[in-house]
Structures are given as C-alpha cells and as structure tokens.
C-alpha cells in the first residue's frame, strides 16, 4: 500500500512550531504534497521531515504561496509550473516523477490554486474573480496534457492540493449560505466536475 498525504501548512516554519514533524512521522506517508509553504529555500526546516527528499517550488512573491512535494525516494524529474508566464513564478504548482515501490512509477503534482474573489462585488474582487478562472483555464488544460504524458510513460498521475473549490454541497456545512462566494461559485464548481471522469481524473478521497 502506498500512502499519499496533502496538507496546507500555512507556513512551513509555523506548521513545524506547531507540530509538523511529529505529525509527519505519526502519519508515516511515502509521499506528501505541501501548499503555502511560505519560506525562503535556505530557510526551510528540513530537521521537521528526516528521510524525505523534498522538490520545492519557492516562487518570487516573499511571504506567499510556495508549494513543495516530499518523498521518500530522489525524484526522478522535476518540474516547476505548468507553463504560464503568469503563473508560473508565484509558486503554486510543482510535480515529480518518482518510483516509491519497486514496480510503481508515478507523477504526482502539488498545487496551491488562487482563493478568487466575489465577482458580482466588482473592482478588486472581481479581479480576483478572473484572476483564478485564468488560472483554471490554463492549469485544466496542462492536466489533459500531463496526464496523458504519464499515460504515455506507463506511470499513474495524481495531483492533490489546495484547489479552493468546495466541489459539492456536501463538501460544505452550509452550502446555501456560500453560492455567492469564491470557492463554491457555480463557474468554479462546474470547472472541478469537468476535470473528473472514468476516463481522465478520479477524485481518490470520494472513491
């Protein structure tokens, strides 16, 4: 069996004072992927996870995003982003390719995607708003491609993260109260079941 954990640190620094490593080693996962890491790379506290070799994608806006996935072997590639100029240096996607068992060849991304806004507000949040439809524009179509990719090289593909969309209402406590705000947005919503199917994405957590 093979143990695949995704957990939104809210920094990486914080997390460890609050009690990263011991819950690392409690939950003894062969991979992770870690969003809103928030560190400098020569800062990271890479005492919190002995054994685990992490590939980190930093970014260029201090303080913000950075994601990173750990695993227990050397990743065979490494890629930062998914190719969009605007995107790309903020630091919200990073994937490997990596062989945690004998016999399992896998692509696994990390993705931190932005939280929007309400658009019907107009201004900044409405900025916001189109900011991360972009964004899923883009990063839709990269998961066709890199799927497909992985299929081509006989290896399963996963990504997991911070998607900022609460896909159904039962991903909700009060799913009335939130039609109209960002993450639950029906254009949102609509954009996650489109990714999901027999034949493309499963969501692993619901299946």
């Known amino acids: 069996m ?6 939104n640190v809210n920094g990486i620094r914080a997390s460890v004072r609050r009690g990263f490593g011991d819950w ?21 506290p890479s005492q919190a996870w002995p054994g685990y070799h992490l590939s980190y994608h930093q970014g260029v ?16 590639a490494v890629r930062r982003g998914f190719g969009s100029r605007t995107f790309d240096p903020e630091g919200r996607y990073v994937e490997v390719d990596v062989e945690p068992r004998p016999g399992v060849r896998l692509t696994i991304g990390s993705l931190y995607l932005p939280k929007g806004g309400r658009p019907a507000e107009g201004g900044r949040e409405l900025a916001a708003h189109e900011r991360k439809v972009s964004f899923m524009r883009s990063f839709g179509r990269y998961l066709t491609q890199a799927r497909r990719r992985a299929l081509a090289d006989e290896r399963q593909f996963c990504v997991m993260g911070d998607f900022n969309i609460a896909h ?11 039609t ?18 027999p034949r493309t994405l499963t969501d692993a957590v619901r299946h």
Request: charged share 25%.
């Open 168 to 178: 159904c209402p039962l991903d909700l406590a009060n799913p009335r109260a939130n």
């Open 24 to 44: 690392l080693a409690a939950r003894d996962p062969d991979v992770v992927g870690l969003q809103e890491m928030r560190c400098p790379a020569n800062e990271l």
């Open 2 to 7: 093979l143990r695949i954990a995704s957990h």
């Open 180 to 197: 109209r705000n960002p993450g639950f947005l029906p254009e949102e919503r609509e954009w996650f079941a489109g990714l999901l199917s």
């Open 61 to 76: 806006l201090p303080g913000r995003n950075g994601v990173g996935v750990l695993t227990r072997e050397p990743p065979t």
